[in-house]
Nanobody, 116 residues
Framework: QVQLVESGGGLVQPGGSLRLSCAASGFTFSAYSMSWYRQAPGKERESVAA????????NYADSVKGRFTISRDNAKNTMYLQMNSLKPEDTAVYLC?????????WGQGTQVTVSS
């Protein structure tokens, strides 16, 4: 079965950095585009970044462009989100997502808190 497990979240000061990971299993990782989303308390879930199956194309929400970098290692079945210059408004649960056979699969999420 498809499984996605996020890790790497934590508490960081404004201006700091974190690297999130999403370990995937149960499907042919290298065949599918992947995405990062986030959800802050009281807000709707929003798309943060996406990457094609080969990693050859990426796109980002305007709010994170120039600060976040999405990448993947198909040999390790893992996707990453490098987050730099973090702001308090980046505080949220970060989730990875994949669409396989017309169904969306989500990880359990990892909490990122940006606070001094």
């Amino acid at each position: 079965q498809v499984q996605l497990v996020e890790s790497g979240g934590g508490l960081v000061q404004p201006g700091g950095s974190l690297r999130l990971s999403c370990a995937a299993s149960g499907f042919t990782f290298s065949a599918y585009s992947m995405s990062w989303y986030r959800q802050a308390p009281g807000k709707e879930r929003e798309s943060v970044a996406a990457i094609t199956n080969t990693g050859g194309s990426t796109n980002y929400a305007d709010s994170v462009k120039g600060r976040f970098t999405i990448s993947r290692d198909n040999a390790k079945n893992t996707m990453y989100l490098q987050m730099n210059s973090l702001k308090p408004e980046d505080t949220a649960v970060y989730l990875c997502k994949v669409n396989v056979a017309y169904r969306s699969y989500w990880g359990q999420g990892t909490q990122v808190t940006v606070s001094s």
